[in-house]
């Protein structure tokens, strides 16, 4: 998992800040034949990119089988796909300077916030946790995982929103809620947060109704706490906050003291 988000980062500053328009468009043709062949028309870069990522995605493939019997190569393949397809809808927007309404930002968002793709791989990497017959509701991305992906949306748009106005980027939510209302910075941002607690809702309902395992749901639902630890005190994935920086040492490096009473 720590591969995939690793892959996940490069790709998203692949089509937000290094690669051309056009250079974006011949990688998501790459990813979408999921063909080595055909990826001499792209840069160097790409194609390094390209690369690593189908042999990550092979050989995850391929333990998944040895244990599992299952091959589920087509359905990671699609979960990248679905992914490079909606960073290249906003490159689009960003290089023609398009507004989207708030509907049409979050109904691309939700799926290039990566969630769907987080979840993809855990799911086949929890133990005995897949059926065959789930598989449709996983390449249908189930409402569980959409809400759970709303959530990191929501949650990151609130945390690096103003940053990456300066630096250059689509406009998030926030933006496309004072765009389209006539609002208040202030004003849009209670309403994403509305919108968060809205969704916490339907996710927790949700968890009662759906046919996942409990741990694969158990997954969804803290894929979105970890969204509001990382985004709560602003962007902590991107910038070096020390708040997130002194979360993450007490959790995997700072021993934890333990106190023995004597009677």
């Known amino acids: 998992m720590t591969k995939v988000n690793a892959f996940i980062t490069v790709i998203d500053d692949v089509y937000d800040v290094y690669g051309t328009l056009e250079e974006l468009e011949l990688f998501t043709e790459a990813i979408d034949r999921w063909d080595l062949s055909g990826m001499d028309i792209l840069p160097d870069y790409m194609k390094i990119c390209f690369e690593e990522l189908y042999n990550f995605v092979n050989e995850f493939s391929f333990q998944v089988q040895n244990k599992s019997g299952y091959y589920i190569t087509p359905h990671l393949k699609k979960a990248w796909t679905s992914l490079c397809k909606a960073y290249l809808i906003e490159a689009k927007w960003y290089h023609g300077g398009y507004t989207p309404s708030l509907e049409e930002y979050l109904e691309n968002a939700w799926i290039s916030i990566s969630a769907h793709v987080i979840l993809t791989h855990t799911y086949f990497l929890i133990q005995d946790s897949f059926k065959k017959e789930e ?129």
Request: charged letters at 20%; a neutral charge.
């Open 135 to 263: 598989l449709v509701c996983l390449q249908e991305k189930s409402n569980i995982i959409r809400f759970s992906a709303m959530i990191l949306r929501l949650a990151n748009d609130l945390g690096t929103y103003k940053r990456e106005n300066e630096t250059g980027d689509i406009p998030k939510s926030i933006q496309c809620y004072m765009n389209q209302n006539g609002a208040s910075e202030i004003e849009a941002r209670e309403y994403v947060k509305s919108m968060i607690f809205t969704t916490w809702k339907k996710m927790n309902k949700e968890a009662h109704t759906s046919c996942f395992s409990e741990s694969f749901k158990d997954s969804t639902i803290n894929l979105a706490r970890m969204a509001l630890c990382m985004y709560q005190h602003g962007d902590g994935h991107t910038i070096q906050d020390s708040k997130i920086q002194n979360h993450v040492m007490l959790l995997i490096f700072n021993p934890i003291p333990i106190v023995c009473s004597t009677q």
